[in-house]
Each structure stands twice: as C-alpha cells, then as structure tokens.
C-alpha cells in the first residue's frame, strides 16, 4: 500500500538554526509531491510541489526541497528558520495518474524558539 | 475571491445526533474533496468528487455521506455521530485532477460526546 512517512514528529530549533525535515514515500510509480504548511489556527497551504524537471524546487518564504528517486525522498530544508515559520508541515505524494490518490504524512510540527 | 470556506467552524454533537458539514469554492474548480484531520495521523481522504455529478469513496468513509449539491458546493453528512468521528474536517478544492495542487478551507473543529 501506498504510504507517506514523516519521522521527525515534533522538531524544536531556535532562530537561524539550519531546518531539513525528512519524507519518505513508498510507491513504485511516477509521483508528484507536495510539501503543504499549516500555521497555528490556519488552513492548510501549498509550500512547494514537485512534479518533474530539476530535482531541487523552491518553495515560498525561502523553503526548499529535494527529490532522490533512489531514495523515495522528499525532504525539505531551509537555511535558516524565523519564529515565524512554527507551524505544522505535511508531505504528499499523488501518483503521476490521479490526484485523488493524494496521501499525506503524519505531519512534523516545528516550533522556533525566538 | 473567497476560496474555499467552511460551515459551520465548531460544532459539539451528542452521539446519535446527525449533522451537515457544508462548503464551497468560488474558484470555479471540478474537484471537491473532505478530509479529516486526527493528531499523529495527517489528513486522511473521506469522499472527493472529481466532477460535478461524481462522488468517490477514499481511505475512510464509514459514517458518512456526500453531495455534490452543484459545482460549487460538496457537502459531508454524518448521519449518526459517534466519538471516533471527533476530528477536524477539511475541504479542499482542485481545478481539476491533472492540476494535482489543492486549496483547503479553513476547517471545521467538531466534537462528539
């Protein structure tokens, strides 16, 4: 079955520390993935997508994300994280066919201390 | 626009009660979709419609029922509410399948004693 693991459940850093949040997915197939972001009290935003091309996208608010095929990952990272980027961030996987088959991850809630 | 929103925000329901979870998207969007949002578990898929006129079962839909009132609205129905289904639900729209990127609405936060 297809599936979505987030490992790193609860990631606490303080301001400027470096941030890579793993995602690992298991599917055979071509895939899409999405890095999505929910702030405290909010609904649930786009961070990133990818869908082919560069392995390497950007995401809003200086997030990045990396896809190695090898190792079903799609981890994101950012150089150096705000207070304002507490929140919860969820990995997706949608096979290459049919969105309606999105999967997310568990979640990782990252809290910044200031 | 408003995108996609939500009715009602809160809701608390005895068990045995039955209720309707609404909403809408103003995107002019195909695909309607309802989650549910658990702690340790993600967003899990419900029902979605891919098209006005379509609804589809996903990972879980015990304890519901959908409508696809029109293409702006996708309403989700718990006939008899139980405590499991205490949860937050989500709506989430797409312009259609090939688009693959979802807007969500805001949730709605219900409770079941």
């Known amino acids: 079955a297809q599936s979505v693991s987030q490992h790193n459940h609860h990631v606490i850093l303080s301001e400027a520390a470096s941030l890579e949040l793993g995602c690992n997915y298991s599917?055979?197939?071509?895939?899409?993935l999405f890095w999505y972001v929910q702030y405290p009290g909010q609904h649930l935003q786009l961070l990133l997508k990818?869908?082919?091309?560069?392995?390497l996208v950007k995401g809003i608010k200086g997030f990045e994300a990396e896809f190695i095929k090898s190792k079903f990952s799609f981890n994101l990272r950012k150089p150096s994280v705000q207070w304002s980027d507490t929140a919860e961030y969820f990995c997706?996987?949608?096979?290459?066919?049919?969105?309606?088959?999105?999967?997310f991850g568990s979640g990782t809630r990252l809290s910044i201390r200031p | 626009n408003a995108g996609v929103t939500q009715t009602p925000k809160f809701q608390v329901l005895k068990t045995g009660q039955s209720m309707t979870l609404q909403c809408a998207q103003d995107?002019?969007?195909?695909?309607m979709y309802w989650y549910r949002q658990d702690p340790g578990m993600g967003l899990r898929l419900i029902y979605y419609s891919a098209s006005e006129g379509t609804t589809d079962k996903g990972e879980v839909p015990n304890g519901y029922n959908v409508s696809r009132l029109n293409k702006r609205e996708f309403s989700l129905r718990l006939e008899s509410a139980a405590p499991s289904q205490t949860s937050v639900y989500f709506c989430?729209?797409?312009?259609?399948?090939?688009?693959?990127?979802?807007?969500f609405g805001p949730g709605t936060r219900l409770t079941v004693l």
């Open positions: 989430a729209s797409m312009l259609s399948e090939g688009s693959q990127e979802q807007y």
């Open positions: 599917y055979g197939g071509t895939v899409n």
């Open positions: 990818y869908f082919s091309g560069d392995p």
């Open positions: 997706a996987v949608t096979p290459y066919s049919s969105a309606s088959k999105i999967i």
């Open positions: 995107m002019n969007h195909n695909s």
